[in-house]
């Protein structure tokens, strides 16, 4: 009986072992070629909590709000947009309209730049096996950058020309995209974030 139950778990661990992932195993999707996200404004996290937001769930928030940039920000008709498309290179492009400065004035002639918070897991690594980056918090995209004209700053360019020799030709990566921001040069902080808006 002994003998039976030994034999029969090793064929389980057996056909574990065939069936299930390798260690290292890397099983991209069969498409995942495209990032899109409409920009809300960058505000400075809650650290010290004096009221709650609605809600079912009541979380601690901050009063009043603060806005990582005042020194740039969307006027009550601004909007933006990002958008990044994936094939030997990524195409990045973004959009905003409708700038002010505190209320008053655009912020016109500013330079604003793109980042992203990004993990990379690529086939081909130093070791020669598949491997997975240190996160890159707010990594500035090069020279992704665009300058206020009328209210408006729109970026087009690739990740290869923003960042020459970033990604390797040929080398099948996966990038989880974290945060995505638009940042204004000398701003206290980043300016404009991917969001959404509930109305």
């Known amino acids: 009986m002994a003998r039976t139950t030994l034999l029969a778990a090793v064929a389980i661990l057996g056909m574990a072992l065939i069936a299930g992932p390798a260690m290292g195993q890397r099983n991209p999707p069969k498409k995942a070629n495209k990032y899109q996200a409409t920009i809300v404004q960058g505000v400075e996290a809650c650290t010290a909590s004096n009221t709650t937001a609605p809600g079912l769930l009541s979380t601690p928030a901050c009063d009043p709000v603060v806005?990582?940039?005042p020194g740039c920000l969307f006027d009550n008709k601004g909007q933006g947009k990002v958008l990044?498309?994936?094939?030997d290179d990524i195409k990045l492009q973004a959009k905003l309209s409708k700038l002010i400065n505190e209320g008053v004035q655009s912020c016109e002639g500013e330079t604003i730049c793109a980042l992203a918070s990004v993990r990379t897991t690529s086939d081909a690594c130093a070791s020669g096996n598949p491997c997975t980056t240190v996160d890159q918090a707010d990594l500035p995209l090069g020279?992704?950058?665009?300058?206020?004209?009328?209210?408006?700053?729109?970026?087009?360019?690739?990740?290869?020309t923003s960042l020459p020799g970033a990604l390797v030709a040929g080398n099948r990566s996966e990038f989880i995209i974290g945060r995505v921001g638009l940042q204004r040069t000398g701003a206290p902080g980043?300016?404009?974030?991917?969001?959404?808006l509930l109305e």
Not at 144 to 160: D, E, L, P
Not at 190 to 196: E, I, K, M, N, T
């Open 143 to 160: 020279v992704a950058c665009c300058t206020v004209q009328k209210g408006k700053c729109k970026i087009k360019t690739t990740v290869n």
């Open 84 to 87: 990044a498309k994936a094939k």
């Open 67 to 69: 806005p990582s940039d």
């Open 190 to 196: 980043v300016s404009f974030r991917a969001g959404l």
